[in-house]
């Protein structure tokens, strides 16, 4: 009976010891946002006003972004975690700069969005999560993202963003999901832009967004941060 009641102990310390390991990676791997970059001031402002990404079939040619010699009717972008910002991961460094021009999201619209994400840009579907995937369901999700974003920066990736692609079917409300917005050096080398930016969103009701004047990544902590 002793001998019995010491191996359940013993299983008991391995799975429990298993379980706060799993629940700490998922955790850890949680903290991460999302990424719409388009090439110019004028799109961005352009998103902005209208309240919505786009696909570029919905699109004049005028507003089309990095896909402008073709129509989809999917909305790009990258998952951008705290983990990777701080090269961790990689033998030598890569590029992980966003877009001059970017839209930055709360990782919340997962519950509302579908998506699908692809391994490198225009690749095979690596997973897709969906709104009524269960809690765990979409951590284990994102766990396996996280891990082959991983994977192919050890494997020598140089840019961070051409890693992987996430694709939205439908447009995309800004005003409940953003975070931030990028403009490139604008603090020092364009001040004009940065007052275009902030008029386009103190007159839509954005006046919370963030402006960061450099494509650098940053993290979650800074995000959310109050200035």
Known sequence: MENYINIYFQKYIKYKKKYYTTKKELEQNNKFYIVHGTNSLINMLKIIDSGYIK???????????????????????????DEFIENKYSSTSYKDDYMNYSI???????????????KKWN??????????????EKEIKIKNIFEYIKERLQDDCKEYNKTHEILFSSKIPIKKYI???????CENKFPEKLVQIKKYLKRNGLNHVKILSSNKPVNNDFLYKKD
């Open 123 to 136: 690749g095979d579907i690596f997973t897709q999560i969906v709104t009524d995937d269960k809690p765990i």
């Open 179 to 185: 975070l931030a917005v990028t403009c490139n050096e």
């Open 55 to 81: 696909s570029s079939s919905e699109l004049t040619s005028t507003y089309k972004g990095l896909g402008e010699n073709k129509s989809s009717k999917f909305i790009y972008g990258n998952i951008y975690f």
């Open 104 to 118: 930055i999201l709360h990782p919340n619209i997962l519950d509302e969005f579908p998506i699908f994400v692809n």
